[in-house]
């Protein structure tokens, strides 16, 4: 019955179901069925994983191998899949917080809230989930803000963006600054002390909560934010050749394609011109040469390009090609490029980067930035850290100390505001 393919796994055929046995690259064999329907969508997707004690938590690794072989082969894109699998749910009631689906201005919303009785309004923490703009959910990251609920004793807020490529730029940024808007105008209905909100997220949340909070820098009528919290942000575009990125080109969890391939995504819905941005042949060396000042490795300290960086000569670009990504030059894409009157009226902050993540060098020059404008910087570097560790560190079946250190960091910050 079963047949031998080039992607080196065998393919079952059944009239109802496919069933797909990957043994390329894996330690143990991993099974997917897959029911379909006359239009070939997905129906219903079941898993067999081994020495995995929730079978619905699936490697994020194989999520996405298993992806493209199921696009290769026809039976739905990989962008659906590994969406189906980040929507399951793998977490029941908690005995410490209150747990509730919302919507904040038609966005829609998870709050948490401590169920411990409080003699004064708490911290308000609104979370932007990580997945390069392209995935990531509510569901993705229940674990993280749980424990920062728990930990901090605060009411954290996790927002269900819009994703690209169905949504572009600016939809995910609208919709965390809707959300944002919203609780600080109503706090108080959420036992929230206003002047204690604070945005937070991972990667590209981390993106969204830079934007977001320097474009509630300049809001009069709203209250200051206390704090903004970025773990391992993209903030810039305009360099994918910074020391991190060529040291980490190849190092998972995020690959250095991948990067430029997510905020392609995003700003465009499809990653046309993705070569010129990996080159750096998509801004004018004009325009580089003006955002040196903010997006160079001359600001990066020495110690972090011990580690076999080379310099990477500047080139030119098309107009064309400019024309079809001139908005990374827009702060509210690429946050790094913010005048220093924006950045100068920024709330305390705190960022944390790994050593092992492309993204390492676009929190650095944005630290360096912010304490160059006199903003208090709270910084967590995890020297033995990789992009996406935070999120792992309680996983069944991956689990860091790295990212629990970094967690603690997160929540110990927290508690001081």
Sequence with gaps: ??????????????????????????????????????????KKISFALKNTESPERIPYFCVFEQGKILEKIGICSQISFVRYTQGMKALGADQKLFIKDLCFEQVPVRIYQPKAPSASPRRGVMFFHGGGWVFGSLETHESLCRSLARGSGSVVVSVGYRLAPEHKYPAAYEDCLNASVHLMRNAEH?????????VCGDSAGGNLAAAVSQTLAGRADLPRLRAQILIYPILQALDFNLPSYRQNQGVPLLFQERAAFYVLQ????????????????????????????????????????????????????????????????????????????????????FILTCEYDVLRDDGLLYKKRLEDNGVRVTWCHLEDGFHGIINSFNSEWMSFSSGKRGLDNIVSFLKSL
């Excluded at 043994?23 to 070939?40: H, Q, S, Y």
């Excluded at 959420?190 to 604070?198: L, Q």
């Excluded at 110690?303 to 400019?322: I, M, N």
């Design 1 to 42: 019955m079963g047949t031998k393919s080039k992607q080196g796994f065998k393919l079952l055929a059944a009239p109802d179901f496919w069933l797909v046995v990957l043994t390329k690259d894996l330690t143990e064999p991993r099974m997917i069925e897959v029911m379909i329907d006359a239009n070939r969508g997905v």
């Design 190 to 198: 959420y036992g929230v002390d206003p002047a204690r909100i604070s």
């Design 266 to 349: 995003y700003l465009n819905g499809n990653a046309s011109n993705l070569e010129q941005v990996l080159e750096g042949s998509h801004i004018p060396i004009d325009i580089k040469l003006n955002y040196r000042k903010w997006v160079s490795e001359d600001y990066i300290p020495e110690k972090f390009k011990a580690r076999g960086y080379k310099p990477h000569v500047l080139l030119d670009c098309s107009t064309e090609v400019y024309e079809t990504v001139k908005r990374f030059c827009e702060p509210n894409l690429c946050p790094l490029l913010a005048e220093d009157a924006v950045v100068h009226q920024l709330p305390e902050s």
